[in-house]
């Protein structure tokens, strides 16, 4: 199980982190991932950190998002993070993570296995 939290309502320019906690699973075997889905639009993937292996892990960023926001992950929390800073308007979606047994990251929606129940952003103008 996936469970999303830390969402919110931010004004533009802030910054905001949002929470992923794993249960079942260690989150260093999966690609874990962060997507998102504003009104009216599909889900859309932000952001990946790979498996650990023994040359440590890569991370992938959507452009929207490259540069100003970061995904991390706790092994002792079991949990992965999405630090967002120079938030827009534009990033205003519900917010999801997910975790993938592919060996390698993958930005495809079909390629994740679990999905957590997503956390609503909301950054005003």
């Known amino acids: 199980q996936l469970q999303a939290y830390g969402g919110g309502l931010v004004q533009a320019g802030g910054s905001m982190r949002l929470s992923c906690a794993a249960s079942g699973f260690i989150v260093t075997r999966y690609v874990m991932g962060w997507f998102r889905q504003a009104p009216g639009k599909q889900r859309e993937f932000v952001a990946a950190v790979s498996r650990r292996n023994w040359s440590g892990s890569n991370t992938d960023y959507s452009d929207s998002v490259k540069g100003r926001c970061t995904i991390s992950r706790d092994t002792a929390k079991n949990s992965v993070y999405l630090e967002m800073n120079s938030l827009k308007p534009e990033d205003t979606a519900v917010y999801y993570c997910?975790?993938?047994?592919?060996?390698?990251?993958?930005?495809?929606?079909?390629?994740?296995?679990?999905w957590g129940q997503g956390t609503q952003v909301t950054v005003s103008s």
């Open positions: 997910a975790a993938s047994s592919m060996a390698t990251i993958d930005r495809t929606l079909i390629s994740y296995d679990y």
